[in-house]
């Protein structure tokens, strides 16, 4: 395709983010810090839950299909569970975003997260700023090849780390490990290693802002959820036009604003952006930004805070000559607090269904064909799959009766009928569902369709139960 | 536009224009993007590939095979045979354990079961039905009553050599009478048995009738049918008294059994199936809730 003058495309310009120190870099650190515990601690954190179910805090069994996450463990048919938490997460993010703009993106996100730390690894390896767009415009050379070579083995590190950490989750963590360095872990952990392992380095060391600007639906989604009152990266324009440098303001001190027009805020932007454009969908909000103007605010002697966490309101408020408002106070209005009561609900409703769910249950299917049979004492007899699902990691002995179908009498495939009685005993497995075919036999006078239950009772000391309707056919 | 002249090119994007026209709206001649062009070729390239290995083209009464010598139903017998293979020591593990110990390994027992299940449903539903329970003359495998005895060997006796099966020695064989048809009894004769049975069955109150039955019943009947009307499981004679008729319970029905007599026939099956196939049927057969326990013997240590 021709170049020409085309205006479909925009190409990408180098970022080179420059080093800097504050309140929020400092934030950052930590933040990132806690995160990438989380991510890399978590699946070897290890709880006990006796010897009939791993013993790792946080492990999703895809192969046995079960979720633990501490204390609670998740079959697949309470996977609403695990819904709830899905909501819970983007509720969470409604009231974060309308509370605080996008914190997530500035702070918390994985892109974020790793896309920093890779800058770091960049600015250990290559230097700060101005020496990164020096060597990146210099002509190949061994020396240019060598940094290359040894930040992207670098970044390859982290990114096999990054992707070798994520397939801890879904097995026991100390026995994959082993496994994965014998080379005897399921193919799936390597193809999963290694295609968590490219996306880290694409992402985190190529694409970087790109995947912020073009590829995510976040901040789109977010910018419609923000509004006048949300608290966002903003450069007090009031306050800072016309810009000038220190020398300009002190030859005609009426003409300029704080602003020196230094650049500082445009160097040490990771996305790139120059913030005193206004808010803008390429603004992540981490704030680094603020953190190198007020360095740059202390060293020419005026107030910080030119570039600063505010809601549009408070700038216009503060145009018209408003004190600045602390902006922990903006946090509380009717919009947040309605998300958050909401969260909190969720949350509260999940917590309680979570404490009063029972852990052992019953569940029949009666036989369809044939749907009853005539014994030879003329008695009619119905046939039934009865599951007892036992959801604690340890056997239980449970009882399995009929109510609301009187004289009839209960016994299964592994007995014969002279044993029937009203009901049967079971021991069900740990952490499992044991299948009972049960027969059931009752006099052949009687309703065509007879409604029942089937009961079943935990016969240790713990005890608990669960009942299921079901139905008996005669001729 | 051969000559470079002509040439209408686009401002804004640099592209050549087709040179048509509408409203003001022209039709930019994008070249295809590269990545494009080449997949397109390589599709090519992969179709004359595949036309040469695979089964493709169709001719006049045939179509052309393909070198690899694929064919669909080829590889749908490759998998069964693998399928077979794979199966095939359970099989084995299955003829090589007597019935009677089945039981006594659960595992083997269930593959046993399930290959019944699948087995049932090809060489058994034709009579039984799918859910074995059976029809007017095809016994419901479902129930507790027998007519040959419900354990396991037993069963598996009956579908090894069918029930009157012409031309097979070891086939069971219970042969009633025609008494009507065959004048051992008289028309009003056989009308007292019929009241006989119905009694002893619970299904009518004793009468007349009934009683001079009874006398018939324990001069003809009894030899094989007991004398109390329970039945014989080694002559294949079924019990009168139970709530169970395999061709019917009532007057008519019983009076056209003791007149005809009844000589229901069912398949000897070691001539088309294997001995596992046949065991795993009766395993299938003996789990739908009638299956009786194997009588032990003195002496026997089973479990």
Not at chain 1, 17 to 35: C, E, H, N, Q, S
Not at chain 1, 384 to 391: F, P, Q, T
């Amino acid at each position: 395709m021709p170049a020409g003058s085309s205006t479909l495309y925009e190409k990408r310009k180098g970022v080179y983010p420059k080093a800097v120190d504050g309140f929020y870099r400092r934030l950052k650190w930590a933040i990132m810090a806690v995160t990438l515990a989380i991510y890399w601690g978590t699946p070897w954190l290890r709880w006990d839950r006796g010897p009939y179910a791993p013993d790792q805090a946080v492990l999703i069994d895809l192969a046995h299909r079960r979720f633990y996450l501490f204390a609670i463990e998740i079959w697949p048919h309470e996977f609403y569970y695990v819904a709830g938490l899905l909501i819970m997460a983007g509720i969470g993010l409604f009231l974060v975003t309308s509370a605080v703009g996008r914190a997530w993106c500035g702070y918390a996100c994985p892109q974020t997260v790793w896309t920093d730390l890779y800058q770091h690894v960049e600015r250990f390896i290559d230097g700060d700023r101005n020496a990164q767009i020096k060597l990146a415009k210099a002509p190949w050379s061994v020396a240019k090849l060598t940094r290359r070579l040894t930040k992207w083995g670098v970044w390859l590190a982290i990114a096999f780390a990054t992707g070798g950490a994520w397939i801890f989750y879904f097995a026991d963590a100390p026995t994959l490990l082993h496994d994965v360095w014998a080379g005897s872990a399921a193919p799936v952990a390597y193809a999963t290693m290694a295609v968590l392992t490219a996306t880290t380095l694409l992402l985190g060391g190529f694409m970087r802002e790109q995947v912020c600007i073009y590829m995510c639906p976040w901040p789109r989604i977010q910018t419609a959820m923000l509004d006048e009152k949300s608290l966002v990266v903003t450069y007090k324009d009031w306050r800072g036009e016309q810009r000038g440098s220190v020398k300009k303001a002190q030859a005609s001190p009426d003409l300029f604003g704080d602003c020196i027009d230094c650049n500082q805020c445009v160097a040490v932007c990771p996305t790139g952006i120059d913030i005193r454009e206004g808010p803008q969908v390429g603004c992540i909000t981490c704030a680094l930004c603020i953190d190198a103007c007020d360095k740059v605010m202390r060293q020419v002697g005026r107030q910080r805070g030119l570039i600063d966490y505010c809601t549009q309101e408070d700038v216009e408020a503060e145009k018209q000559g408003a004190p600045p408002r602390r902006a922990l106070k903006t946090l509380l209005r009717p919009r947040t607090l309605a998300y958050a009561a909401v969260w909190l609900s969720i949350g509260a409703a999940m917590l309680f269904a979570l404490g009063a769910r029972t852990r052992i249950d019953i569940a029949a299917q009666q036989d369809r064909n044939p749907i009853f049979v005539r014994l030879s004492d003329g008695a009619i007899r119905n046939a039934y799959m009865v599951k007892v699902r036992n959801m604690e990691a340890r056997p239980r002995p449970v009882t399995v009766a009929i109510e609301g179908l009187p004289d009839a009498m209960l016994w299964t495939d592994a007995m014969p009928r002279e044993q029937a009685m009203a009901t049967v005993t079971a021991t069900v497995p740990a952490d499992s569902v044991a299948k009972l075919r049960l027969f059931i036999a009752a006099p052949a006078p009687g309703p065509q369709r007879q409604d029942f239950a089937f009961t079943v009772r935990a016969t240790d000391r713990e005890g608990g139960g669960d009942s299921e309707p079901a139905r008996f056919e005669r001729p | 536009m051969a000559d470079g002249q002509d040439k209408n090119i686009d401002a804004t994007t640099g592209t050549e224009l087709k040179g048509h026209e509408w409203d003001g709206i022209a039709e930019l001649d994008t070249p295809l993007p590269r990545w494009w062009l080449w997949t397109f070729y390589a599709t090519i390239i992969f179709a004359i590939g595949y036309v040469i290995a695979y089964p493709a083209i169709p001719m006049l009464h045939d179509y052309t095979r393909g070198m690899m010598g694929w064919s669909s139903r080829g590889a749908l017998a490759k998998e069964l045979a693998a399928r077979e293979a794979e199966i095939a020591p359970l099989r084995r593990a299955i003829a090589d354990t007597a019935i009677t110990d089945l039981p006594g390994k659960p595992q083997l027992m269930q593959a046993a079961v399930e290959g019944g299940r699948a087995a049932f449903k090809v060489h058994c539903v034709q009579c039984h039905g799918s859910g074995a329970a059976g029809a007017k003359g095809y016994p419901n495998l479902n129930d507790d009553d027998w007519l040959w005895g419900g354990d396991l060997a037993t069963i598996e006796k009956t579908i090894t050599d069918g029930v009157r099966n012409p031309n097979h020695d070891a086939t069971r064989v219970s042969m009633m009478p025609a008494f009507g048809r065959d004048q051992l009894l008289t028309g009003a004769q056989v009308n007292d048995v019929v009241a006989h049975v119905r009694v002893i069955s619970r299904q009518d109150r004793p009468s007349a009738a009934s009683q001079r039955g009874a006398k018939l019943f324990a001069d003809n009947c009894a030899v094989c049918h007991g004398p109390d009307g329970k039945g014989t499981r080694a002559l294949g004679a079924p019990n009168l008294t139970d709530g169970i008729w395999l061709y019917g319970g009532d007057t008519d029905t019983i009076h056209e059994t003791v007149w005809n007599s009844r000589q229901g026939v069912m398949p000897r099956w070691d001539d088309k199936l294997d001995k596992a196939t046949i065991r795993m049927l009766a395993t299938y057969v003996h789990s739908l809730g009638g299956g009786e326990a194997t009588l032990v013997e003195a002496g026997n240590g089973v479990e």
